[in-house]
């Protein structure tokens, strides 16, 4: 049997991987529990934190919100017509074919961007990432290809339902086991909006919940600038970031940078420490 000593953190993953980034969390977890008893052969992956962006964890609670979001958001951004909000309604509350009892169903077996509403669709920023990376692999010591995405493999996912099988069952077991988790989402992000994750977490049920939810939101600062508001309790935060959309590292707020708060939450959270202001 061997141990890797090094601590393993999980990066911070977004939109899908919030709903895989738990599940492969915890069957980590599960294994070195197998492998310290001596019932298998393999090595110990220390894991230590898991950070997760703008995520689907669990789609009964957040797709409702999208409606919600669409009314009222913190940009003021009408997105649609009161009459698409009613039909929107009846396309959710529908029994039996509407989408709210379909996710049920799955966990028992516009015009304007959805990553930022500010902007229109054909925005081009953040740009795409797979020139750059694609140039810089062979400089790092990359031994594959970068893809950002594998469509086969998306697909099968989707025929499947799978995403819409909650995750948070395995995000709690993660908690519990002692791993650090900070969730983070950009308030201008419509398509995994700060309605629907704040509603996701309300629905955990771990050591932390309840001292979690007892919290109100604290101003989060980065070097005295106002960047988000925040609770954390124990091993477990939350922040949502102001003026980001989906892709949280990218924007900037006021004087600070692109992704200088986004780098604060990861420094902070890498160091093994609850979220903070500076």
């Given at each position: 049997m061997q141990h890797i000593r090094i601590p393993r953190h999980a990066p911070s993953v977004n939109k899908l991987l919030g709903h895989y980034g738990p599940v492969f969390a915890k069957y980590f977890l599960e294994q070195n529990a197998v492998i310290a008893a001596g019932t298998l052969s393999g090595r110990h992956l220390n894991l230590k934190t898991l950070g997760i962006g703008n995520g689907l964890t669990d789609g009964l609670t957040q797709y409702a919100t999208y409606i919600i979001y669409a009314q009222a958001n913190v940009y003021q951004v009408p997105l649609v017509s009161a009459d698409v909000i009613a039909q929107a309604n009846m396309s959710w509350s529908t029994p039996t074919t509407g989408c709210r009892d379909q996710i049920i169903a799955c966990n028992n077996g516009g015009s304007d961007a959805v990553y930022d509403i500010r902007s229109g669709l054909d925005d081009p920023y953040p740009p795409d990432l797979t020139t750059y990376l694609t140039e810089i692999g062979p400089q790092i010591g990359a031994d594959v290809v970068w893809a950002k995405a594998n469509h086969v493999v998306n697909g099968n996912f989707a025929l499947t339902g799978d995403w819409m099988r909650t995750s948070i069952p395995d995000l709690d077991?993660?908690?519990?086991?002692?791993?650090?988790?900070?969730?983070?989402d950009g308030d201008a992000d419509y398509i995994l909006n700060y309605y629907g994750i704040e509603a996701m977490i309300t629905a955990l049920s771990n050591e932390w919940s309840a001292e979690f939810n007892q919290q109100k939101f604290a101003p989060w600062t980065v070097g005295g600038h106002l960047a988000g508001q925040f609770k954390a309790a124990g091993?477990?935060?939350?922040v949502r970031i102001y003026e980001a959309g989906h892709e949280v590292p990218a924007y900037k707020n006021g004087t600070l940078q692109s992704g200088e708060a986004a780098l604060q939450m990861f420094q902070q959270t890498m160091a093994n420490k609850p979220l903070f202001s500076t």
């Open positions: 077991f993660v908690i519990n086991s002692g791993v650090r988790v900070t969730l983070y091993g477990f935060s939350y």
